[in-house]
């Protein structure tokens, strides 16, 4: 094995840094090309003739009540095929995404993931040439303490 390659079970904890989400539960997904993230309600708007997207996050699974707005530039929009084949169009982000102590810039397309457990996906693009997956194990990279991360206990 490559030890220079970031080990990751088949669920690992993630940060979302630069949309001030610090922790996240991400299926490792390498049957997804893409990666995405759960969001309940998307706005695009210009500013300063820049394209962006402002969205909202449940970022734990099964808590309804912790809301975080986000906001990135547009990347691209896409249409994409889930597992089931129904194909949608996408708004993608760039941003960066940190497991352990591997930090990388991915795109992330943002869906409503409401009907599914995890709140991301990290798809296989995202791990490309950095990563190598153990489908047997989870949480390699530590679990963080993501209520207190976001200040939902003490």
Known sequence: MNN????LGWKEWCALPDLGLPAIKAKVDTGAKTSVLHTFQIEPFTENGREFVRFWVHPLQRNETLVRECVAPLKDQRMVSDSG????????IETSVQIGNMLRQIELSLTNR???LFRMLLGRRAM???????????????????????????
Request: charged share 20%; hydrophobic share 35%; aromatic share 8%.
């Open 85 to 92: 084949g129904h194909k949608e169009q996408r708004y993608v």
């Open 114 to 116: 409401d009907t599914m």
């Open 4 to 7: 220079q390659l970031l080990h």
């Open 128 to 154: 490309q040439g950095a990563v190598l997956v153990n489908p047997s194990t989870s949480y390699i990279n530590g679990r963080l303490r993501a209520k207190r991360l976001y200040g939902l206990i003490g």
